[in-house]
């Protein structure tokens, strides 16, 4: 593959996952069945251009409003921009695996549009952690935590596509799921470069603080991983919706703490 081609393709990739983790319009790009799990790499990348936004806003509205005020805004904007796409993943899985016991049962549950009662708390409680941790980050640091957390969390779904299996069987005629589109297909070398990135992007931002919140997402990743495995042999896509929001909050306990 020539160099222009090589250049071609990553851009490609990157488009890739801007377009599906948010409603940001980019330009068409061409279809590929692989594409989804080439550019997982990128998806830590992607969480960051989402927490510059979010820097962003802090900087512009915490002059002018309280604290509160400003955290919801942001979460806001942040639950706009991706479209639910990770809350809705929560919600699933809640009901999911709160209300059902079989490997069978869950995953029809999770198949289910509607939201049920696990579903409906998960999605509070998890909208409530996000906004008073954000309101309660060191306003010196906020914007760092705003960038790094959208970054770590979805981080997260490179392990775990890379290790686990799908949950539901993938057949050539039909993908069932976009689980299955990168579950067990994300290459060795995508896990390395997206790891990469992310480091790089988190360390440049938080230096030595970011250990704890890099090691916060590497224990919500391995328990949700071993969960998922042992639920329902595998992971779906709304498995990695449900370990994105738990990382996102886990980073934001971690600037909250101090």
């Given at each position: 593959?020539?160099?222009?081609?090589?250049?071609?393709?990553?851009?490609?990739?990157?488009?890739?996952?801007?377009?599906?983790?948010?409603?940001?319009?980019?330009?068409?790009?061409?279809?590929?069945?692989?594409?989804?799990?080439?550019?997982?790499?990128?998806?830590?990348?992607?969480?960051?251009?989402?927490?510059?936004?979010?820097?962003?806003?802090?900087?512009?509205?915490?002059?002018?409003?309280?604290?509160?005020?400003?955290?919801?805004?942001?979460?806001?904007?942040?639950?706009?921009?991706?479209?639910?796409?990770?809350?809705?993943?929560?919600?699933?899985?809640?009901?999911?695996?709160?209300?059902?016991?079989?490997?069978?049962?869950?995953?029809?549950?999770?198949?289910?549009?509607?939201?049920?009662?696990?579903?409906?708390?998960?999605?509070?409680?998890?909208?409530?952690?996000?906004?008073?941790?954000?309101?309660?980050?060191?306003?010196a640091e906020a914007a760092s935590y705003l960038i790094a957390a959208p970054v770590l969390c979805?981080?997260?779904?490179?392990?775990?596509?890379?290790?686990?299996?799908?949950?539901?069987?993938?057949?050539?005629?039909?993908?069932?799921?976009?689980?299955?589109?990168?579950?067990?297909?994300?290459?060795?070398?995508?896990?390395?470069?997206?790891?990469?990135?992310?480091?790089?992007?988190?360390?440049?931002?938080?230096?030595?603080?970011?250990?704890?919140?890099?090691?916060?997402?590497?224990?919500?990743?391995?328990?949700?991983?071993?969960?998922?495995?042992?639920?329902?042999?595998?992971?779906?896509?709304?498995?990695?919706?449900?370990?994105?929001?738990?990382?996102?909050?886990?980073?934001?306990?971690?600037?909250?703490?101090?």
């Open positions: 593959m020539s160099v222009v081609s090589q250049i071609r393709r990553i851009w490609f990739d990157l488009l890739a996952a801007v377009q599906f983790l948010t409603r940001l319009q980019v330009p068409t790009i061409p279809y590929e069945s692989d594409t989804l799990a080439r550019s997982v790499k990128f998806f830590p990348v992607v969480g960051a251009l989402i927490g510059l936004g979010s820097a962003l806003l802090y900087f512009l509205l915490i002059p002018h409003l309280p604290v509160l005020v400003v955290a919801v805004l942001i979460v806001g904007y942040m639950v706009a921009i991706t479209g639910c796409l990770h809350e809705d993943g929560l919600a699933d899985s809640a009901d999911g695996f709160g209300g059902g016991r079989e490997r069978e049962k869950v995953l029809a549950i999770m198949r289910d549009s509607r939201i049920g009662t696990y579903g409906a708390a998960a999605l509070a409680l998890t909208l409530l952690a996000r906004v008073l941790l954000i309101a309660s980050l060191p306003q979805r981080w997260t779904t490179l392990p775990l596509s890379f290790y686990l299996p799908p949950a539901r069987a993938r057949s050539e005629d039909q993908v069932d799921g976009q689980g299955a589109r990168i579950a067990r297909l994300t290459t060795g070398g995508s896990l390395i470069v997206g790891s990469l990135l992310s480091l790089v992007i988190v360390f440049a931002l938080l230096r030595l603080r970011a250990l704890i919140p890099i090691l916060a997402s590497v224990v919500v990743s391995l328990a949700t991983a071993r969960y998922y495995k042992h639920r329902i042999g595998g992971i779906t896509g709304d498995c990695f919706g449900a370990t994105n929001q738990l990382a996102e909050v886990a980073v934001y306990l971690c600037g909250a703490w101090v």
